[in-house]
Nanobody
Framework: QAQLVESGGGLVQAGGSLTLSCVAS????????MAWFRQSSGKEREFVAA?????????FYADSVKGRFTISRDNAKDTLYLQMNSLKPEDTAVYYC???????????????WGQGTQVTVSS
């Protein structure tokens, strides 16, 4: 059964950095676009970043994280990454990785989802 497992979340001060990882198994994830979404308390899940299927694929970012976050993938390791720099309190959320056929900003086209990892940024 296909599975995505996130890790790397935690508590960090504003201005700090974290790197999230998402390890995929059970399917050929090199064939999929992958993305990060986040959901904070009382809000809908929102798009953060996406990357096309290849290691050097196109990347897409939400305006709120552009210039601070970097999405990347290593298909040999079936792993997706999100490097987060200059973190702000408003980045506090549960972060989810997802896999789908296209790197889109809406949630419904994604076929697989991880269970999420909490990121908390203190002021």
């Amino acid at each position: 059964q296909a599975q995505l497992v996130e890790s790397g979340g935690g508590l960090v001060q504003a201005g700090g950095s974290l790197t999230l990882s998402c390890v995929a198994s059970g399917d050929t994830f090199s064939n999929y676009a992958m993305a990060w979404f986040r959901q904070s308390s009382g809000k809908e899940r929102e798009f953060v970043a996406a990357i096309d299927w290849s290691d050097s694929g196109r990347t897409f970012y939400a305006d709120s994280v552009k210039g601070r976050f970097t999405i990347s993938r290593d298909n040999a390791k079936d792993t997706l990454y999100l490097q987060m720099n200059s973190l702000k309190p408003e980045d506090t959320a549960v972060y989810y990785c997802a896999a789908g056929h296209s790197p889109v900003v809406t949630t419904s086209p994604y076929r697989y989802w991880g269970q999420g990892t909490q990121v908390t940024v203190s002021s």
